[in-house]
């Protein structure tokens, strides 16, 4: 399976593309207090005077803010908190969804009306007033954020599994293990669970998009750790100030840099939709 989605992604220009976008925002993350030439938080000094407002420059590739922080090492910082954020939610929905639906699909009756109607009331809770909610209890933090996108976000991977499940837990290979005496978590976890990880997988990566999005979007707003460099609080500074009539680098770059990562995930994704389906391949 890893050597067909590999030879799939290298045939598809789309899916290529977004690889090699996705490995060098990887990179720079990993190497990022590298590549940063200053402290994102530092005020810079040009000539003895405070560098405000400086457009890209041989001294500050991406400018400088009106308190004189360099952008620049804003974006490359703000790399890690939206990998971070996009990779830990998206693995904590896929786990809960993943194991939700199962256990829902396969029990069926009041299991599953429980769990679903759960689902359902998830579905009736709107993200942004959730997240003040849940800072306004707790603290501003990259943590809460996972949280928050997790605890939303598990319902559509759950709903997506059971749906795989109900028709799974009829086939013919799950009763003959039911009659060779095979327990239910056996047969969920040994027969089932392989059957829907491919499409659980792919909703994954929907989910990875989503985070870097919520994350950006609640940063932005004022409700992101204030103690870490994100592209959101970036764009929240620019916004109090006004910088998009003056200052438009300022929220370029970071703005840029959401639409680039996001754009890295939807055409893997994109491209790994005909690999988990087939059936799409007649669509294109």
Not at 23 to 38: D, G, M, N, R
Not at 86 to 106: H, K, P, Q
């Amino acid at each position: 399976m890893p050597q067909q989605i590999w030879r799939h992604l290298r045939r598809d220009p789309l899916g290529m593309t977004g690889v090699i976008l996705l490995s060098f925002f990887i990179l720079l993350a990993l190497f990022a207090p590298l590549i940063a030439p200053y402290d994102p938080e530092a005020i810079l000094r040009l000539d003895g005077e405070i560098a405000r407002l400086h457009p890209p420059s041989r001294e500050f590739w991406f400018g400088t803010t009106n308190m004189g922080r360099d952008i620049f090492s804003g974006v490359v910082l703000g790399s890690r908190i939206a990998l971070k954020v996009g990779l830990l939610a998206a693995l904590l929905v896929t786990f809960i969804g993943t194991n939700v639906g199962l256990i829902a699909g396969y029990y069926g009756g009041i299991v599953d009306t429980v769990l679903m109607r759960l689902v359902d009331l998830l579905y009736g809770i709107p993200f942004i007033p959730f997240v003040i909610v849940l800072v306004s209890l707790m603290k501003p933090s990259v943590t809460n954020i996972i949280i928050a996108v997790s605890v939303l976000t598990w319902r559509s991977v759950a709903r997506i599994v059971r749906s795989q499940v109900l028709s799974l837990a009829q086939r013919p290979f799950v009763k003959a293990a039911r009659v060779a005496g095979a327990s239910d978590l056996r047969i969920i976890y040994r027969h089932i669970l392989p059957n829907v990880l491919p499409i659980a997988l792919l909703e994954m990566s929907f989910v990875i998009s989503w985070a870097i999005v919520s994350e950006a979007s609640v940063s932005f707003i004022g409700f992101g750790d204030p103690t870490v460099p994100s592209w959101g609080k970036l764009l929240n500074g620019a916004f109090v100030a006004g910088a998009v009539r003056f200052a438009p680098w300022w929220v370029a770059f970071p703005g840029c840099a959401i639409v680039l990562l996001v754009l890295a995930v939807f055409f893997i994704t994109r491209s790994l939709e005909t690999v988990i389906n087939p059936r799409l391949k007649g669509g294109e």
